[in-house]
T-cell receptor, first 110, second 113 residues
Framework: GQQVMQIPQYQHVQEGEDFTTYCNSS?????IQWYKQRPGGHPVFLIQLVKSGEVKKQKRLTFQFGEAKKNSSLHITATQTTDVGTYFCAGDTGRRALTFGSGTRLQVQP | DSGVTQTPKHLITATGQRVTLRCSPR?????VYWYQQSLDQGLQFLIQYYNGEERAKGNILERFSAQQFPDLHSELNLSSLELGDSALYFCASSAGIGTDTQYFGPGTRLTVL
């Protein structure tokens, strides 16, 4: 079936290091969204990408949508302890509902 | 605060029982989604309603059912509960019918003993 895969599943970094999570779809996505879930919290919308090759930045976070609209990445520069949480991508695969990736759990060591 | 409310926050029940989880979407949102999140797992999409009608179905068990009422609040009914149904159940809402930005509620933590 249509899937959205995310890697890595888990990453532990030292504060100040960079972090990247990757999202790959088996089908072309009309758009992709990113959500962050803090420990014990609920997913919170971060951003939506729609155009092929689109790049958006939010302070230390950089989001990219691949040229083929089948992959996306989230890069965090100089991680902080406030970045701790699980990052989910969610793509519109044409199934009338978003398909969420499995998530990448980020731990930041102070 | 996303504007989406869910009750109850916690629910502890026994196997074989039936429970109802309730969700009120953000003001003005017509779509409601239900997700299941087991411990350290991803978000499993269960079902979506738009303006009272079922819009999309995910991996929802036959023991589970949902509905959206005229005032747009939604209920998820879980019956013949099993230990494996213990999880966080999130409700989300969005404005439109497609794959709009979703706003998640705080979740209901269900524990089946």
């Amino acid at each position: 079936g249509q899937q959205v895969m995310q890697i890595p599943q888990y990453q532990h970094v030292q504060e100040g290091e960079d972090f990247t999570t990757y999202c790959n779809s088996s089908t072309t996505l009309s758009n992709i969204q990113w959500y962050k879930q803090r420990p014990g919290g609920h997913p919170v919308f971060l951003i939506q990408l729609v155009k092929s090759g689109e790049v958006k930045k939010q302070k230390r976070l950089t989001f990219q949508f691949g040229e083929a609209k089948k992959n996306s990445s989230l890069h965090i520069t100089a991680t902080q302890t406030t970045d701790v949480g699980t990052y989910f991508c969610a793509g519109d695969t044409g199934r009338r509902a978003l398909t969420f990736g499995s998530g990448t759990r980020l731990q930041v060591q102070p | 605060d996303s504007g989406v409310t869910q009750t109850p926050k916690h629910l502890i029940t026994a196997t074989g029982q039936r429970v109802t989880l309730r969700c009120s979407p953000r003001s003005g949102d017509l779509s409601v989604y239900w997700y299941q999140q087991s411990l350290d797992q991803g978000l499993q999409f269960l079902i979506q309603y738009y303006n009272g009608e079922e819009r999309a179905k995910g991996n929802i068990l036959e023991r589970f059912s949902a509905q959206q009422f005229p005032d747009l609040h939604s209920e998820l009914n879980l019956s013949s509960l099993e230990l494996g149904d213990s999880a966080l159940y999130f409700c989300a809402s969005s404005a439109g019918i497609g794959t709009d930005t979703q706003y998640f509620g705080p979740g209901t933590r269900l524990t089946v003993l």
